[in-house]
């Protein structure tokens, strides 16, 4: 059975960035994050859309301050945009088009229960809304 979630980025990630957990976000979240999550990846205001595709090959989180210098080529930040306290490294499957992102205004329209704009890091979502939000 597959898993799956929106991550939330700022507005300056991109695919090669990991995601970025707050210490707040990281105790809540990190022993219900499993491998394997199949995942929405959502850019923080102003923003306000789906821009890729993902899934965690584990669920590996590092402190930032214990992850090797040589892989820090970007400040990474939580989905408010402040410096992250762990990492959580990720696989893009795809990144969208800035054409063919998927606005916030979608996520709305078709009734997710999920609160917009969306601002927490991490919201767990099932199968039926990940393949709605992707149609």
Known sequence: MSIYAIA???TDWTPEIPLGFSEAGYQRWHKQIEPGTVLLIYKASPVNA?????????????????WPEANVQHTVKTAQGR????????????????SHFRSVELID??????????RDEWVP????IYHLLLD
């Open 109 to 118: 329209e078709i009734e997710t229960g999920i609160e917009v704009p969306i």
């Open 8 to 10: 939330t980025v700022p």
């Open 125 to 128: 979502i099932d199968a039926d």
């Open 50 to 66: 789906i821009v890729a595709e993902g899934q965690l090959p584990d669920t590996v989180f590092q402190r930032v301050e214990d």
């Open 83 to 98: 410096p992250a306290a762990y990492i959580l490294p990720i696989s893009v499957n795809y990144a969208h088009d800035q």
